[in-house]
């Protein structure tokens, strides 16, 4: 009687187990699928932001050519770029998010205004880390801020692309 009374306790706990298991395996593969899904989102945002750049840039060059050879054609060329760059209504945002990544691997997130100057995110940086010596780093476009630097008393983070989020890298001098 023990015995079979060993024998059904062990199976229940085995099948308990198992049970067990396979729902951490499904929620990990439900963590790795939205991890995926949000990669896959940022990857097409860049790739936006990177296709935008480059028709910019390609409007540019076409207008600073035809101005070069003196056509008629410069009228044109920013209004093609105009109509493309339309749809993309851009929101008033109140305040950004920029999130700070130091040298040891912390990352702070720090609300700051629209209008605020990169000036003041390198001093909340600095007493942050504990040292005014830094500078920041965005990503793309990589751009370096620094005091050295007087842009940064007169780029504000709606100008940096850094609205309504944004990621900094603090780095020392």
């Given at each position: 009687?023990?015995?079979?009374?060993?024998?059904?306790?062990?199976?229940?706990?085995?099948?308990a187990k198992r049970k067990y298991?396979?729902?951490?395996?499904?929620?990990?593969?439900?963590?790795?699928?939205?991890?995926?899904?949000?990669?896959?989102?940022?990857?097409?945002?860049i790739k936006a932001k990177i296709?935008?750049?480059?028709?910019?840039?390609?409007?540019?060059?076409?207008?600073?050519?035809?101005?070069?050879?003196?056509?008629?054609?410069?009228?044109?060329?920013?209004?093609?770029?105009?109509?493309?760059?339309?749809?993309?209504?851009?929101?008033?945002?109140?305040?950004?998010?920029?999130?700070?990544?130091?040298?040891?691997?912390?990352?702070?997130?720090?609300?700051?205004?629209?209008?605020?100057?990169?000036?003041?995110?390198?001093?909340?940086?600095?007493?942050?880390?504990?040292?005014?010596?830094?500078?920041?780093v965005s990503n793309f476009p990589?751009?370096?801020?620094?005091?050295?630097?007087?842009?940064?008393?007169?780029?504000?983070?709606?100008?940096?692309?850094?609205?309504?989020?944004?990621?900094?890298?603090?780095?020392?001098?």
């Open positions: 009687m023990r015995e079979i009374a060993r024998r059904s306790g062990g199976k229940d706990a085995a099948d298991e396979d729902k951490q395996m499904e929620l990990k593969l439900a963590k790795d699928r939205k991890d995926r899904e949000e990669d896959a989102r940022a990857k097409a945002a296709d935008q750049d480059k028709r910019e840039r390609a409007a540019e060059a076409a207008a600073r050519q035809a101005k070069a050879a003196g056509n008629v054609a410069p009228s044109t060329a920013p209004a093609a770029a105009a109509t493309t760059a339309a749809p993309a209504e851009k929101k008033e945002y109140t305040q950004a998010l920029i999130q700070l990544r130091f040298p040891d691997g912390t990352v702070q997130k720090v609300k700051f205004s629209p209008t605020d100057t990169l000036d003041a995110v390198l001093e909340q940086a600095g007493m942050l880390f504990g040292d005014h010596n830094i500078s920041l990589k751009k370096v801020y620094n005091k050295s630097e007087g842009d940064v008393q007169k780029v504000t983070l709606q100008q940096a692309d850094l609205v309504p989020t944004g990621t900094l890298i603090v780095s020392r001098r």
